[in-house]
Structure formats: C-alpha cells, structure tokens
C-alpha cells in the first residue's frame, strides 16, 4: 500500500486535502480445492483511488472520491494438477467508481 497526500491553502481560511491511494490486494484463496482440482486464488489486484476535500469558506465545502481509477481486472485462476494446467475460472471488471458531495455547516 502506498499513500501521497498533500494539503494546500488556497488563501488564509481555504483548506484543501488531495489523497491518492495504491494498494495491491493477493493472491488470495476464493475456494478450496476438492478431488483432483486444485485451490481457486484471486490474483493479485492494484487499485489506485484518489479523494480530496475544499472548504469554500465556513460554510460550504466539498468532497470528491474516485476509486478504482485502473479498472483493473479481477481473476480467478485454478490449478488442475492432473493434467498439469492452470485455468481462469471467472474475471470481471467492477468498473470505476466517482461520488462528488456537498456540505453546509450552520
């Protein structure tokens, strides 16, 4: 995992934040193996997120989030020993996520 995050001031009562987040999950056991089929393993998957957050002034501010900014690939492979392979059971995109928000403070 890895995190650079940095927080400017845009003038004397604007506060930012920006965070950009890396994090490598797996490998991973998903199932366990039965008969002469191996265990099923997520592979190993990066993601890179990214948030920040501005104060307008007292009041009003507003916060950005953006995750899964790769898109990358979630795969599931089993080994099967008895014919010496490894196969790719399922993968899927999750696709990538942006929520933008707003607040007002009394």
Partial sequence: NEKVSNAPRLGEHKPM??????????????TGGIHEA???????????????????NRHFSMKVQCKNLLNSTVRFKQDIPKVN???TVEEFKTGINAEIGFAYKF
Wanted: proline share 6%; hydrophobic share 35%.
């Fill in 17 to 30: 934040s920006l965070v950009v987040m890396e994090n490598l999950q797996g490998p991973r056991i998903n």
């Fill in 38 to 56: 191996g265990k099923i393993e997520q592979q190993p998957l990066h993601t890179v997120d990214f948030g920040g957050n501005y104060t307008f």
């Fill in 85 to 87: 392979q490894t196969i």
